[in-house]
């Protein structure tokens, strides 16, 4: 049984793109977006453009 190779070159671009779209979309709506940079940090983009790094502290209350 041949198997399928969806996760070809071409694929992989119409991800980006749409991740792309869909950030800049919920931006538009006035939504933050949470993702992961490239240092592996996690940042929260807020609609005015700022951007903030996220930090977990195991044992630090969750609203803090």
């Known amino acids: 049984m041949p198997s399928a190779h969806i ?3 071409e694929f992989a671009q119409a ?4 991740g ?7 931006l538009a709506a006035g ?3 949470v993702f992961v ?3 592996g940090r996690y940042v929260e ?3 005015d453009g700022t ?4 930090r977990f502290r195991p044992g630090t209350p969750r609203e803090s």
């Open 7 to 9: 996760l070809t070159e």
């Open 37 to 39: 940079d490239d240092c």
């Open 20 to 26: 792309l779209r869909a950030r800049k979309n919920a």
């Open 45 to 47: 983009e807020l609609p």
């Open 31 to 33: 939504h933050p977006v």
């Open 51 to 54: 951007k903030l790094e996220i």
């Open 15 to 18: 991800a980006v793109t749409a």
